[in-house]
């Protein structure tokens, strides 16, 4: 499993999945700032993945209700 940040130039936030050299990667933007995460398995990619996205949730929720005060 490794975790790098990078710099791909990408603004949203988002989360995706690819199949990179083999391994499965997950890719976590946020603010524009990229980190990967990279598993064996399909499966554990996927899980890491949809826990990212829930917490993409709630950081956007926070941004919404601080704006809001």
């Known amino acids: 499993m490794v975790n790098e940040t990078i710099s791909m130039g990408i603004q949203a936030n988002a989360v995706r999945i690819e199949r ?11 603010d ?3 980190t990967q995460r990279t598993f064996e398995s399909k ?3 996927e899980n890491f993945a949809d826990g990212q996205r829930a917490r993409l949730l ?11 005060l």
């Open 20 to 30: 990179v050299d083999g391994m499965w990667t997950v890719f976590i933007v946020i």
């Open 32 to 34: 524009g700032e990229t």
């Open 43 to 45: 499966e554990y990619a």
């Open 58 to 68: 709630m950081i956007n929720d926070n941004a919404r209700n601080k704006g809001s």
